[in-house]
C-alpha cells in the first residue's frame, strides 16, 4: 500500500508483491478512503488515539494463515511416539534410504533411485526334480513352473502350490531267497503294490503290526525201527523239544547242528557166514567187516547200502543140438518148397556174429571133358515165439551158391566134397530162452558142355539130423488117459511153406508138426562169434 502526497490529490493502491490477493493498483482522486477487511483467518482491529489510529491485523492459530493438518501413512515408518497430524508449526519433508528431495518455490520433488538387476538365490532340497538344484534369477521377474501333477497359481500375494492323486504305476521289486531254500527259483520279480507270502510245509504266514510272520510249527517226529519207549509207546513230537538220549553203549554229541550218534567200544553185530562159502569161516565181532566181489561177484554201495550182483555170463558159442552124438548124417529130402522149423533153447546169453549149418557134399567123375554145374541156394531165420502163436523173426540172411567142376578132374571135385558149412551173417544176442530156427536149401544141377548124363555127376547134399533117440514117425509119447498122436508131446517143429522174405512173420497153424515132417525138419546149427 503506499500514499502519494499531492496538492489536492489523493493516491492509494496496493501492489502485487508478497502474498497479495485481488486486484492490484492504485486510486486517484480527492477525499480518498482506503478500507481494510479482513481475509480467511484475518482478523482486523484498530484503536484510535487522537488524531490516530492502530490497526492490528491477526492471523488464526499457527499465523501466518489456515494451517492444515498433515500425517503420513502407507509405507512409512515414525522415529518417535508414531503417527500424528501437524496442525502448528512447519513440516519438514526428510529423504529416507535411497530417498531424493528437491524444492523448486512451492514444488517438493520426491525422487528414488532407479531400480536395478536384483539377482535372489533359489535352492531346491529335498524331493527334487531336474538336472541341477540351484540357480540364480533376477528378483524383478521370478517363474514358478508346475511339472507332472503339480498345479502353480497366485492368491492374496500368497504362491499356491497344489498336488493332485498321482495314477499308482507298477513298481517292480526284486526279492531274493536266501539260507534255507526252498522251490527251483531262488529269485523273481514282482508288482510291488500286491505282493502274496505262501506258507508251506509246516510254514505258517501272517501279518501283525505292518509285519511280516512267518512261524514253523516243527516237523512232527516220531521213532521205530529198532526202538524202545519209556512211556505210552511211540507218538509224534510235533511241539516243544526233541530230546534225544543215549542208550545202552549209545553216546550223543552235538557240536553246533551236528549231533553225532557213536556206539560203545565192543559193539556191533557177530558176523558169520555160511552155505556156499569158502575160505574158512569166523565171527566178527570187531575192527571193520569187509566184503569182496568173487568170481562174476560185483559189489557195489550207495551209503549205507550195499548191492551184491552176479555177472550175466555171456557165451560166444552156441551148438544145437548140445550133443552131436544124437545127431546122425541123413540125405537131405526136404524138396525145394519145403521150409524146416526147429526150436532151439538155451539157459545163458549167448551172442554170436553168424549161424552156420553142416553139410556134406558128395559128388562124382566120369571119364570126359564134361563141366558140371551145382547151385545150391539157402535161407536162415532166427525167431522168437510171440502170443504163443506167431513167431516173430529177429534176424535172417540168405545166400546163392554155384559149384562148377570139369567132370574127369578130381582134384577140382575134392575141393567141394565132405563136411561143410552152410554159414549165414546173423549178427545178435539172445537172453535165456526158447527160439526157433528155420532154414530153407534149394539145390541144382547140371552140364555146361560135353553133353553126358547128368546122373553120372551123382551130387547130393546131406545134413546132420537129430534122429538118434527115437523115430517120431512112429514113437510119440501121450498122456495117460489119452490117444497118441503123431505130434504128441513134442517140441514145436516141423515143415512149412517157404517165406517170401527174411522179415515175414510165421503162423503156428502153417507148420506141419506130425510124423516124418517133424523128423525131416530136424537140422543142427552152430552160434559163434568170428
Not at 527251483?184 to 509246516?202: E, K, P, V
Not at 521150409?339 to 558128395?362: A, E, K, M, N
Amino acid at each position: 500500500m503506499s500514499q502519494i502526497n499531492n496538492p489536492g490529490q489523493d493516491t492509494l493502491g496496493i501492489s502485487n508483491l508478497g502474498n497479495t490477493a485481488g486486484t492490484s493498483g492504485v486510486a486517484t482522486g480527492p477525499s480518498l478512503q482506503l478500507l481494510l477487511a479482513g481475509g480467511n483467518n484475518i482478523t482486523l482491529s484498530q484503536s484510535l488515539n487522537g488524531g490516530s489510529a492502530t490497526i492490528s491485523i491477526v492471523g488464526g492459530a499457527g499465523g501466518g494463515g489456515s494451517a492444515a493438518a498433515i500425517s503420513i501413512g502407507g509405507n512409512s515408518t515414525s522415529g518417535a511416539g508414531g503417527y500424528s497430524n501437524i496442525t502448528s508449526g512447519t513440516a519438514l519433508l526428510a529423504g529416507g534410504n535411497n530417498i531424493t528431495l528437491s524444492q523448486n518455490a512451492s514444488a517438493i520433488t520426491i525422487s528414488a533411485a532407479n531400480q536395478t538387476n536384483q539377482l535372489i538365490n533359489f535352492y531346491a532340497v529335498g524331493n527334487t526334480a531336474s538336472t541341477s538344484t540351484s540357480t540364480q534369477l533376477d528378483a524383478r521377474t521370478v517363474s514358478f513352473d508346475g511339472a507332472g501333477i503339480i498345479s502353480v497359481g497366485m492368491s492374496a500375494g500368497s504362491i499356491i502350490m497344489s498336488a493332485t492323486t498321482a495314477a499308482q504305476t507298477n513298481q517292480a521289486i526284486g526279492l531274493y531267497a536266501v539260507g534255507n531254500t526252498a522251490s527251483t527259483s531262488t529269485s523273481t520279480q514282482l508288482d510291488a503294490r500286491t505282493i502274496s507270502f505262501n506258507g508251506a510245509g509246516n510254514a505258517s504266514v501272517g501279518f501283525s503290526a505292518g509285519s511280516v510272520i512267518i512261524s514253523d510249527a516243527g516237523a512232527a517226529v516220531s521213532i521205530g525201527g529198532n526202538s524202545t519207549s519209556a512211556g505210552a509207546g511211540y507218538s509224534n513230537v510235533s511241539t516243544g523239544t526233541v530230546v534225544l538220549a543215549g542208550g545202552n553203549n549209545i553216546t550223543l554229541s552235538q557240536n553246533g547242528s551236528a549231533i553225532t550218534i557213536v556206539g560203545g567200544a565192543g559193539g556191533g553185530v557177530d558176523v558169520q557166514i555160511g552155505g556156499n562159502t569158502s575160505g574158512t569161516t569166523a565171527l566178527v565181532s570187531t575192527g571193520t567187516l569187509t566184503l569182496a566181489g568173487g568170481n562174476n561177484i560185483t559189489l557195489s554201495q550207495n551209503g549205507n547200502a550195499i548191492t551184491i550182483s552176479e555177472q550175466d555170463f555171456i557165451q560166444s558159442q552156441m551148438f544145437w543140438p548140445a550133443d552131436w552124438n544124437y545127431c546122425q548124417m541123413s540125405l537131405f529130402a526136404n524138396s525145394n518148397a519145403q521150409y524146416s522149423i526147429i526150436q532151439v533153447t538155451t539157459p545163458l546169453y549167448v551172442t554170436f556174429s553168424r549161424v552156420d549149418v553142416p553139410i556134406s557134399f558128395s559128388g562124382a567123375t566120369i571119364n570126359n571133358t564134361s563141366s558140371a554145374y551145382f547151385v545150391q541156394s539157402a535161407m536162415l531165420v532166427l525167431y522168437t515165439l510171440n502170443g504163443g502163436t506167431a513167431l516173430s523173426p529177429i534176424v535172417g540172411a540168405s545166400r546163392s551158391d554155384t559149384l562148377m567142376w570139369q567132370s574127369n578132374t578130381v582134384s577140382q571135385l575134392s575141393s567141394f566134397t565132405g563136411g561143410k558149412l552152410l554159414s549165414f551173417p546173423l549178427a545178435s544176442m539172445i537172453t535165456p530162452g526158447t527160439y526157433f530156427l528155420g532154414c530153407w536149401i534149394s539145390t541144382s544141377s547140371g552140364f555146361t558142355s560135353g553133353g553126358g548124363a547128368t546122373t553120372a555127376l551123382n551130387a547130393t547134399v546131406s545134413m546132420p539130423v537129430a534122429r538118434g533117440l527115437f523115430n517120431p514117425a512112429t514113437a510119440n509119447f501121450a498122456n495117460f488117459g489119452s490117444l497118441n498122436t503123431s505130434s504128441s508131446n513134442l517140441p514145436l517143429g516141423g515143415l512149412a511153406s517157404v517165406p517170401s522174405a527174411t522179415n515175414n512173420t510165421y503162423n503156428l497153424n502153417a507148420v506141419s508138426m506130425s510124423g516124418s515132417a517133424y523128423g525131416q525138419a530136424q537140422f543142427a546149427a552152430v552160434f559163434r562169434n568170428v
